[in-house]
């Protein structure tokens, strides 16, 4: 009896501290390195966070450009003194795996679970939710709609009309229209996005063998290379270069962009989901996530306040208030279902195509070393699509190349 | 009256002077493209700004991009800081650069070769490679986001001792021997006589530190942390993002900023030009 | 003998002999500084004028470097562990090809680059030097293509270089109606034999004004004794410029040749901005680019510090090695009026 007192008074006094210690001010910075057009609704989103949880104070710290944020990142990882919570890249934070504070086990019941299918992956380390995706773009597909009233639905559709639409127009022998285009120095992305539509991988589940030249890999640059005709190869921003382009795959966050270079040429752009592959519709997403960290500067209070913000952020009508505002993609289910989301895709058609396909996206591997299996890739399908080698050599080269990045 | 044959050759020359001046008026029209371009540029819509092939007159000035570049970052407090950091680094960086350059160039001392190439081996490393260290050792001095911290670390310029050794070299061994005689001390010999001569040398020196002062961004972006620490070049990096740039308002922005170091260059430039070349001494 | 005259005029050599008696003392200067105990004070003066200098650089400088070195003997991670692994880093470098690659692509741009932009500096300074009216504005200018923003720089050319609507393919296709010329569009960023040579011609572009005013500068400064010297002699024109600015001009040919060379090596954000990476098939990698690349700063790739800090060291070392035979090379060619 005395003892059952006993431990209900323990109890009481825990959870009156606790309830102390939650209304303790606490101030934690969050550093981002978003330009400073998203600056304000960044702002507004820090600001309705504080009014939220009025003893929580978010500094906003931008830190220039994203290699900026990574090279300060990892001079605070030396110094010890990181932040609570930052904009982080996958490969920044493979490395740092030990001082990441998990999200997703201080997660309400379904949020975790809200998170689009594409992105848990990536986010995910060991099992454990660990960080939350917070801006993101999808890869779409673009087209000059003065040219194409039906954009393409499947990958033979989209080679015949990007060899149709190869063009000669002067007759001065060299093309003055090209199909399709792609950057592929720039963005291996695109060929990642068409071995996922091939249903292949780069690495088999478990990362113990390269995958990337099995069946699927070889279909996916086989099509690559077979566009190479019909293709402006290039290392420049295809916006540059809009005007002499039938269709192309970009980030839906370029859409502005390619928009003005589109008006600029005078012709109307259409945004569409992209050809469907052998095996799936996916498209690659690209963008940040949230991290806080778990470091000896950062309290435990800090900590947890940093994950209120990073669970605030992923609020339906949070996510999509950024995406109204900043040309991302809202990063959960229930994000889609919302009427201020419905309400903006159909204020902006464009936007239709983008939902649908950030639905089917995936995300990369968290492996450790993806960042030099990204450089071989963007390497070798520069090498190939330009002609340097043939797409099976090259693709035989990236496998290799690959499987000595797994010994390391 | 003329001779033909000194007509002739007035001609020649005339012929001569103008090919010079159109040679010098094409040089300067080429190297003032890009700061035209980016003055008109500061003009336009963020459509007009992206066109290809580039639209050089904007139908419509607009003089709006310069408020709304302005009020995009808080340039105010930026203006200030790049100011008293230049100017404050630029007086730090004169002093220690005119104590050393004098060692180097007028002083035999032991290792003297082996340290001036060790100082020149200080520039061949990039930069990035010292940022991490740099950044854990501010830290620990306790001067990151602080003044100290984008102001002390810049105070020595090896590009500015090689520079004023240069000159201070061209200055004759005999003037100080005679002051030695005279039984003035080396530091007084230094101050009263070596600076004025070499006043102008200094300056230049001096412009130099203020332009990199000026246009430092990546120290400036690492070692600080909150807006009223921040200098015009982070105000500038924030018109860009990984997916294009707001050019119009960058290039407003720009012109702001090059606005100081023009006017100093302006009203300067005698100095600086002889600064380079006075040796000193005629 | 004129004056004109001496400027050229070569040091005489000293028999072989007396210079080998002096080898030792210049092999172990301690000798010499013992037989000398004023050198010893006037040596200490001089580390005490040096000292707030190397003060600062050993903390800012000097301390990172060596860390810089050290960590190239690492396999370095952002957190520990952190195994020591020898020189297996600068093996790696050594054994790949993209290093000597970006080796190559930086030592063709040095090549280019140091040379005639120094060359085109002398013309240019040479002009401004001709007593024209509209110096100062042209001097101005000059200083503008330095200090203008390297964004729209890369912005300006990237439109001079545009395959379809650029000027300078516009040239070529006038040309291109001559009858015995036959050029096509050249796509200047977008193919492998140009995009570095694009790169160049804008850092020519940018350098050339900020070292024509420093040259110009020195050639304000020749005194007018000089030149009349050569008259007397009957040097004037090209044999007055090759004959007494030149020579005159040395100070500073040689700090603009030395800062040129060692800025030159460490090429990287002229390739970027106007690449928008390293250019098609990485053609216009260099050094530094490639140690970016390592570092993980660059392309997204891995975070490689110790390799990254082993490719630093080497270039360090390649620079030093050549400015300091640059150096002694060209020393004793320097006249200083």
Redesign the interface.
């Known amino acids: 009896m005395l003892r059952n007192v006993m431990v209900g008074l323990l109890a009481v006094l825990l959870l009156g501290a606790a309830a102390v210690a939650a209304d303790e001010p606490v101030t934690i910075e969050f550093w981002h390195a978003m330009s400073s057009g998203h600056q304000p609704n960044l702002q507004k989103l820090v600001d309705d966070f504080m009014v939220a949880y009025p003893h929580i104070t978010v500094t906003p710290v931008y830190q220039g450009s994203y290699s900026s944020l990574q090279g300060k990142i990892n001079a605070a990882v030396a110094a010890g003194n990181l932040p609570a919570i930052a904009q982080v890249y996958e490969n920044w934070i493979t490395p740092l795996e030990s001082i990441l504070y998990p999200i997703g086990p201080h997660m309400a019941p379904g949020e975790a679970e809200d998170i689009i299918d594409g992105l848990v992956p990536s986010n995910t380390f060991n099992g454990v939710l660990t960080t939350v995706p917070f801006n993101k773009s999808i890869m779409v597909l673009y087209y000059n709609a003065d040219l194409i009233a039906t954009p393409p639905a499947t990958w033979a559709e989209f080679y015949d009309v990007a060899k149709s639409l190869t063009a000669d127009l002067d007759g001065d022998g060299t093309i003055d229209r090209y199909g399709t285009a792609l950057r592929p120095a720039a963005n291996p992305e695109q060929f990642l996005t068409f071995l996922d539509q091939a249903g292949g991988s780069i690495l088999n589940a478990d990362w113990t063998e390269v995958t990337i030249n099995d069946a699927p890999g070889m279909a996916a640059i086989q099509f690559c290379g077979s566009l190479i005709p019909y293709t402006f190869v290039t290392s420049e921003y295809i916006s540059d270069h809009i005007g002499k382009i039938a269709m192309f795959i970009d980030t839906s966050a370029g859409y502005p962009y390619n928009l003005t270079a589109a008006n600029n040429a005078g012709f109307q752009l259409g945004v569409a989901m992209l050809p469907v592959g052998p095996v799936t519709q996916g498209s690659m997403i690209q963008g940040t996530n949230l991290a806080v960290f778990d470091v000896p500067n950062q309290t435990q209070a800090q900590k947890d306040a940093a994950v209120l913000l990073a669970r605030f952020m992923l609020r339906a009508e949070n996510t999509v208030f950024w995406a109204t505002k900043s040309g991302y993609q809202p990063v959960t289910k229930s994000a889609y279902e919302l009427q201020a989301w419905k309400d903006f895709v159909a204020a902006n058609p464009y936007q239709q195509a983008m939902s649908a396909q950030m639905l089917l996206g995936f995300s990369q591997i968290l492996h450790p070393n993806y960042g030099d299996m990204r450089t071989v890739l963007s390497t070798k399908f520069d090498e190939i699509m330009r002609g340097a080698v043939s797409p099976l050599d090259g693709l035989n080269d990236m496998a290799a190349e690959i499987e000595l990045l797994l010994e390391e | 009256m003329l001779t033909r044959s000194e007509a002739g050759q007035l001609a020649r020359q005339r012929a001569y002077?103008v090919l010079?001046?159109f040679?010098?008026f094409l040089?300067?029209a080429?190297?003032?493209?890009?700061?035209f371009?980016?003055l008109t540029?500061s003009l336009k819509t963020?459509?007009q700004a992206?066109?290809?092939?580039?639209m050089w007159i904007p139908s419509k000035l607009h003089w709006e991009n310069y408020i709304l570049a302005w009020n995009?970052?808080p340039f105010g407090r930026y203006f200030f800081n790049s100011f008293f950091v230049s100017i404050a680094s630029t007086v730090g960086e004169v002093?220690?650069?005119i104590?050393?350059a004098?060692?180097f160039a007028k002083?035999?001392?032991?290792?003297?070769n082996a340290?001036f190439?060790i100082?020149?081996?200080?520039?061949?490393?990039?930069g990035?490679?010292?940022?991490?260290?740099?950044?854990?050792?501010l830290?620990?001095l306790g001067w990151?986001d602080r003044y100290e911290g984008l102001i002390?670390?810049w105070?020595?310029s090896?590009?500015g001792?090689?520079?004023l050794r240069?000159f201070f070299?061209?200055i004759p061994d005999e003037l100080w021997d005679a002051a030695r005689i005279d039984g003035c001390r080396?530091s007084r010999f230094l101050w009263r006589i070596v600076v004025p001569l070499s006043k102008p040398a200094i300056f230049t020196v001096g412009l130099f530190k203020f332009?990199g002062s000026w246009n430092a961004?990546?120290w400036v972006?690492?070692m600080t942390?909150?807006e009223k620490m921040r200098t015009i070049p982070?105000g500038?990096?924030?018109?860009?993002?990984?997916?294009?740039?707001?050019?119009h308002l960058?290039?407003a922005a720009?012109v702001m900023?090059?606005v100081p170091?023009?006017v100093l260059?302006?009203f300067t430039?005698k100095q600086f030009?002889?600064?380079?070349?006075?040796?000193g001494i005629? | 003998m004129n004056d004109a005259a001496r400027v050229r005029e070569k040091k005489p050599r000293r028999p072989l002999g007396e210079r080998l008696r002096e080898l030792p003392a210049r092999l172990n200067p301690v000798a010499s500084y013992r037989r000398n105990p004023t050198l010893w004070k006037e040596s200490g003066t001089a580390y005490l004028y040096l000292l707030p200098a190397l003060a600062v650089l050993s903390v800012f400088v000097f301390y990172p470097f060596f860390s810089a070195f050290r960590i190239s003997l690492f396999k370095w991670g952002l957190l520990p562990p952190r195994p020591y692994v020898g020189l297996a880093n600068y093996q790696y470098i050594f054994h790949d090809k993209y290093f000597w690659r970006a080796l190559w692509h930086t030592l063709y741009y040095v090549a280019v680059t140091v040379p005639v932009t120094l060359f085109l500096a002398i013309l240019v300074a040479s002009l401004l030097n001709k007593g024209l009216k509209f110096l100062s504005f042209a001097r101005t200018s000059f200083f503008l293509s330095y200090i203008s923003p390297i964004v729209a720089i890369a912005m300006v050319w990237r439109w001079m270089y545009n395959a379809d609507y650029g000027l300078i393919n516009y040239f070529l296709s006038l040309l291109d109606r001559l009858p015995f010329l036959e050029l096509n569009a050249i796509q200047w960023l977008n193919d492998p034999k140009y995009a570095l040579n694009a790169v160049i011609v804008l850092s020519i572009w940018h350098f050339v004004g900020y070292q024509a005013i420093i040259l110009l500068a020195g050639m304000q400064n020749i005194e007018q004794q000089y030149y009349d010297a050569a008259k007397v002699d009957g040097a004037s024109g090209f044999r007055a410029w090759w004959h007494v600015t030149i020579p005159l001009l040395t100070p500073q040919l040689f700090f603009v040749f030395i800062i040129s060379l060692i800025g030159s090596f460490k090429v990287f954000t002229e390739v970027n901005i106007l690449l928008s990476g390293s250019g098609p098939l990485r053609s216009a990698e260099t050094i530094v680019y490639y140690i970016l690349r390592l570092s993980g700063r660059v392309d997204g790739g891995t975070q490689h510090l110790g390799r990254a800090a082993a490719a630093s060291v080497v270039l360090f070392g390649i620079i030093f090695a050549l400015t300091v035979f640059q150096m002694t090379v060209t020393q004793r060619k320097v006249h200083y009026q």
Do not use: H
């Open positions: 002077r010079l001046y040679l010098m040089g300067c080429i190297m003032l493209l890009p700061f371009w980016m540029t963020e459509a992206m066109r290809m092939p580039p995009r970052a002093f220690t650069t104590l050393a004098y060692a002083m035999r001392f032991f290792g003297k340290l190439a100082l020149l081996g200080t520039m061949m490393i990039p990035e490679m010292l940022l991490i260290p740099n950044y854990v050792t830290t620990r990151l002390i670390p105070i020595v090896v590009f001792i090689f520079l240069q070299r061209a080396r332009l961004y990546q972006l690492l942390n909150s982070v500038l990096a924030t018109f860009s993002s990984d997916i294009g740039t707001a050019y960058l290039m720009s900023a090059i170091i023009l260059f302006f430039q030009i002889q600064g380079i070349a006075r040796t005629k």
